[in-house]
C-alpha cells in the first residue's frame, strides 16, 4: 500500500508539473502578442510626435508622455509583460524567453498593415521559421522546475558563477551608458539594444524569483515579511525604467523591423545565459533536448536574419517569375547575366571568322560610301 501511495503521489505531481506547463506556455504566447502589438502602437504615437514638430525620444524629449497612442502601447506591453511575468513562475525561462520570437513575427506583420513596412517573401519565410523555431524549443524545453521556493531562490543568487555575471552585466551597461550611448547611440542601433539587453537579464531573473514568490503567497506562506522579495521588486523597477527609457530612443531613431529583431536575439542570448548560470536549468536536460532547443533558438535566429536582412529587397510571390526568367531582359536589376568563359576551340573560331566578318563589314561600308 505504501509504495502504491508514492506512486499516485508521483503520477499527481507529474501531472500538476505538465498543467504548470502548459499553463506557462499559453501566458508567453499570449504575452507575444500583447509584445508585438505594443511595438506599433509605440511606433505610430513617436511618429505622429514627430509630425507636430515635438521633441523626439532620441534628442531626450518626453512629449510621448502626452500622446494616447503611446500609452495604449505601453498599456498592451504591460499586458504582456504580466503574461510574460506569470508564465516565469509557471514554466521554465529557457521556453518563456525564447518565445518572445512570435512578438518579432505579430510585429512584423502588423508593421507592414499599419506602418506600410513591407513584409517580402524573405520575410514571410523568416515568420515561418521563426514559428517552425518556436515549436522546436517547445518540445525539448525542460518540464521540471529547478526553483520553488524564494529560500532555494536566495541559495541560487549567492552562487559565486551569478554574482560574477551580475557584476560583470553591471559594469558593462554603466560603460554603455555613460561613455558609449552618448557618442555612437544615434549612430548605431547596437548600443541601445545592448543596453536593453543586459539589463533585460537581470530583470528575467527579478521577474523569475518575483513569480515564485507570489506563487508561495497565493499558498499561504507569508513571503511579505522576507526582504529578498522587496530586493527583487526594487531591482525589477529599477532594471525595466533603464529598458523602456533606451527602449524608446532606439524606436524613435531606427526602424521598426531593425530594432525589434536584434533586440530579440540580443535579449534572448542573453536571458539563455543567465538562466544557465542562475536557475541550471540545462543540467536537466538530456543530450537531445539541448540539441533540439540550440537547433530550435539557431532557426529563429535565421528566420528573424531573413526578416531584417532583405527587408528592403522587392520581392513578393507575384515577381517570381521575373526573377527564373533568362536572358537580359529579365534580370531583375538590370546587369548583363553571367556567361560561360570562352574555351580554346572557341577562341580558335572567332580568330578564323574575325577577318571575314571584318572584310564583308569593309565592303559594306564601302558599298554604303559609294555614290
Not at 512584423?108 to 513596412?117: I, K, P, T
Not at 558593462?172 to 543586459?198: D, E, H, M, W
Not at 525589477?236 to 536584434?262: E, G, H, M, R, W
Given at each position: 500500500?505504501?509504495?502504491?501511495?508514492?506512486?499516485?503521489?508521483?503520477?499527481?505531481?507529474?501531472?500538476?508539473?505538465?498543467?504548470?506547463f502548459?499553463?506557462?506556455?499559453s501566458?508567453?504566447?499570449?504575452?507575444?502578442?500583447?509584445?508585438?502589438?505594443?511595438?506599433?502602437l509605440k511606433?505610430?504615437?513617436?511618429?505622429r510626435?514627430?509630425s507636430?514638430?515635438?521633441?523626439?525620444?532620441?534628442?531626450?524629449?518626453?512629449?510621448?508622455?502626452?500622446e494616447?497612442?503611446?500609452?495604449?502601447?505601453?498599456i498592451?506591453?504591460?499586458t504582456?509583460?504580466?503574461?510574460?511575468?506569470?508564465?516565469?513562475a509557471?514554466?521554465p525561462?529557457?521556453l518563456?524567453?525564447p518565445?518572445?520570437?512570435?512578438?518579432?513575427?505579430?510585429?512584423?506583420?502588423?508593421?507592414?498593415?499599419?506602418?506600410?513596412e513591407?513584409?517580402?517573401?524573405?520575410?514571410?519565410?523568416?515568420?515561418?521559421?521563426c514559428?517552425?523555431?518556436?515549436?522546436?524549443?517547445?518540445?525539448?524545453?525542460?518540464?521540471?522546475?529547478e526553483?520553488?521556493?524564494l529560500?532555494?531562490?536566495?541559495e541560487?543568487?549567492?552562487?559565486?558563477g551569478?554574482i560574477v555575471?551580475?557584476?560583470?552585466?553591471?559594469?558593462?551597461?554603466l560603460?554603455?551608458?555613460?561613455a558609449?550611448?552618448?557618442?555612437?547611440?544615434?549612430?548605431?542601433?547596437?548600443?541601445y539594444?545592448?543596453?536593453c539587453?543586459?539589463?533585460?537579464?537581470?530583470?528575467v531573473?527579478?521577474?523569475?524569483?518575483?513569480?515564485?514568490?507570489?506563487?508561495?503567497?497565493?499558498?499561504?506562506?507569508?513571503?511579505?515579511?522576507e526582504?529578498?522579495?522587496?530586493?527583487?521588486?526594487?531591482?525589477?523597477?529599477?532594471?525595466?525604467?533603464?529598458?523602456?527609457?533606451?527602449l524608446?530612443k532606439?524606436l524613435d531613431?531606427f526602424?521598426?523591423?531593425?530594432?525589434?529583431?536584434i533586440?530579440?536575439?540580443f535579449?534572448?542570448?542573453?536571458?539563455?545565459?543567465?538562466?544557465?548560470?542562475?536557475?541550471?536549468?540545462?543540467?536537466?536536460?538530456?543530450?537531445?533536448?539541448?540539441?533540439?532547443?540550440?537547433?530550435?533558438?539557431?532557426?529563429?535566429?535565421l528566420?528573424i536574419?531573413?526578416?531584417?536582412?532583405?527587408?528592403?529587397?522587392?520581392?513578393?510571390?507575384d515577381s517570381?517569375?521575373?526573377?527564373?526568367?533568362?536572358?537580359?531582359?529579365?534580370?531583375?536589376?538590370?546587369h548583363?547575366?553571367?556567361?560561360?568563359l570562352?574555351?580554346?576551340?572557341?577562341?580558335?573560331?572567332?580568330?578564323i571568322k574575325?577577318?571575314?566578318?571584318?572584310?564583308?563589314?569593309?565592303?559594306?561600308?564601302?558599298?554604303?560610301?559609294?555614290?
Amino acid at each position: 500500500m505504501g509504495c502504491l501511495a508514492v506512486f499516485s503521489f508521483n503520477i499527481v505531481e507529474m501531472d500538476g508539473n505538465r498543467m504548470d506547463f502548459y499553463i506557462g506556455l499559453s501566458l508567453a504566447v499570449s504575452s507575444s502578442v500583447f509584445i508585438g502589438g505594443s511595438f506599433i502602437l509605440k511606433k505610430k504615437g513617436l511618429l505622429r510626435l514627430a509630425s507636430k514638430g515635438s521633441t523626439r525620444a532620441g534628442q531626450g524629449g518626453y512629449a510621448y508622455l502626452k500622446e494616447w497612442l503611446w500609452w495604449a502601447g505601453l498599456i498592451s506591453m504591460g499586458t504582456g509583460e504580466a503574461a510574460n511575468f506569470a508564465a516565469y513562475a509557471f514554466a521554465p525561462a529557457t521556453l518563456v524567453t525564447p518565445l518572445g520570437a512570435l512578438s518579432v513575427l505579430v510585429s512584423a506583420v502588423l508593421s507592414s498593415y499599419f506602418l506600410n513596412e513591407r513584409l517580402n517573401v524573405h520575410g514571410k519565410i523568416g515568420c515561418l521559421l521563426c514559428v517552425l523555431g518556436s515549436t522546436v524549443m517547445v518540445i525539448h524545453a525542460p518540464q521540471e522546475e529547478e526553483v520553488a521556493s524564494l529560500s532555494a531562490m536566495a541559495e541560487k543568487l549567492k552562487d559565486p558563477g551569478f554574482i560574477v555575471f551580475a557584476v560583470c552585466v553591471v559594469g558593462s551597461s554603466l560603460v554603455l551608458i555613460f561613455a558609449v550611448a552618448p557618442r555612437f547611440g544615434q549612430k548605431n542601433v547596437l548600443v541601445y539594444i545592448l543596453i536593453c539587453s543586459v539589463i533585460g537579464s537581470l530583470s528575467v531573473s527579478c521577474v523569475k524569483g518575483l513569480g515564485i514568490g507570489i506563487k508561495e503567497l497565493f499558498a499561504g506562506i507569508a513571503v511579505l515579511k522576507e526582504p529578498l522579495f522587496w530586493s527583487l521588486l526594487i531591482c525589477l523597477v529599477i532594471c525595466v525604467s533603464v529598458q523602456i527609457n533606451y527602449l524608446n530612443k532606439a524606436l524613435d531613431i531606427f526602424n521598426t523591423s531593425l530594432v525589434t529583431p536584434i533586440y530579440y536575439v540580443f535579449f534572448t542570448t542573453s536571458v539563455m545565459a543567465c538562466s544557465a548560470i542562475l536557475f541550471k536549468e540545462w543540467l536537466s536536460m538530456n543530450t537531445d533536448g539541448v540539441v533540439g532547443t540550440i537547433s530550435g533558438f539557431l532557426t529563429i535566429i535565421l528566420g528573424i536574419f531573413l526578416l531584417h536582412a532583405f527587408k528592403d529587397i522587392v520581392f513578393t510571390f507575384d515577381s517570381l517569375p521575373l526573377f527564373l526568367r533568362k536572358g537580359p531582359q529579365g534580370f531583375p536589376w538590370g546587369h548583363q547575366p553571367y556567361v560561360a568563359l570562352p574555351s580554346h576551340e572557341t577562341q580558335a573560331e572567332d580568330e578564323i571568322k574575325l577577318p571575314r566578318e571584318g572584310s564583308s563589314k569593309g565592303g559594306w561600308g564601302t558599298h554604303q560610301r559609294a555614290p
